[in-house]
T-cell receptor, first 117, second 112 residues
Framework: NAGVMQNPRHLVRRRGQEARLRCSPM?????VYWYRQLPEEGLKFMVY????????ESGMPKERFSAEFPKEGPSILRIQQVVRGDSAAYFC???????????????FGPGTRLTVL | DQQVKQNSPSLSVQEGRISILNCDYTNSMFDYFLWYKKYPAEGPTFLISISSIKDKNEDGRFTVFLNKSAKHLSLHIVPSQPGDSAVYFCAASRDSNYQLIWGAGTKLIIKP
């Protein structure tokens, strides 16, 4: 049973370009979360998605950032017109369907390290 | 405002001894706490969790203690092994919320 897959593992972009980060959740998981980690800091929640729905994007910058989780295919985190401050590790996590009142463990992918030149 | 704090950036422990990693939180609404372990160039891996209705949870060499009055939790690893060398993150959530609030991590180094 493959774990959470993320690609690419490393991505280099010049300022102003677009970055597309992909995440395939674990089999049977319908919930996807994106986190960002800056150097020497903990992970910061960005967005929570279910298939074809954004449930909570309160942690995502209002501009330039978007996320989707289509019916078919991986979840995509898209950063338009990247700036140097976007350089970070971006982690995707997935979990199975949650029951009300249940705390589900989140399983993490290996991350995508984005470097903006 | 950092709601989850891990005040020790690093900790060095002799192999075979006990490792104690600490975590403090400020939000009394948090009701679920987790510890994750992270190796370089990998994603965090879930280790152990505890609900606020408990004060201790044990899983093999790993035990998490929760002191709600002090808003403090700790992870004990005994005996420590070389493979335990990693960064350990404390995370918290509230009201069955999916959002995990993370500490900055503590780098644990196990010396042979």
């Amino acid at each position: 049973n493959a774990g959470v897959m993320q690609n690419p593992r490393h991505l280099v972009r010049r300022r102003g370009q677009e970055a597309r980060l992909r995440c395939s959740p674990m089999k049977g998981h319908s919930h996807v979360y994106w986190y960002r980690q800056l150097p020497e800091e903990g992970l910061k929640f960005m967005v929570y998605l279910q298939k074809e729905n954004i449930i909570d994007e309160s942690g995502m910058p209002k501009e330039r950032f978007s996320a989707e989780f289509p019916k078919e295919g991986p979840s995509i985190l898209r950063i338009q017109q990247v700036v140097r401050g976007d350089s970070a590790a971006y982690f995707c996590a997935s979990s199975p369907p949650r029951l009300a009142g249940d705390h589900n463990e989140q399983f993490f992918g290996p991350g995508t390290r984005l470097t903006v030149l | 405002d950092q709601q989850v704090k891990q005040n020790s950036p690093s900790l060095s422990v002799q192999e075979g001894r006990i490792s104690i990693l600490n975590c403090d939180y400020t939000n009394s609404m948090f009701d679920y706490f987790l510890w994750y372990k992270k190796y370089p160039a990998e994603g965090p891996t879930f280790l152990i969790s505890i609900s606020s209705i408990k004060d201790k949870n044990e899983d093999g060499r790993f035990t998490v203690f929760l002191n709600k009055s002090a808003k403090h939790l700790s992870l004990h690893i005994v005996p420590s092994q070389p493979g335990d060398s990693a960064v350990y993150f404390c995370a918290a959530s509230r009201d069955s919320n999916y959002q995990l609030i993370w500490g900055a991590g503590t780098k644990l180094i196990i010396k042979p």
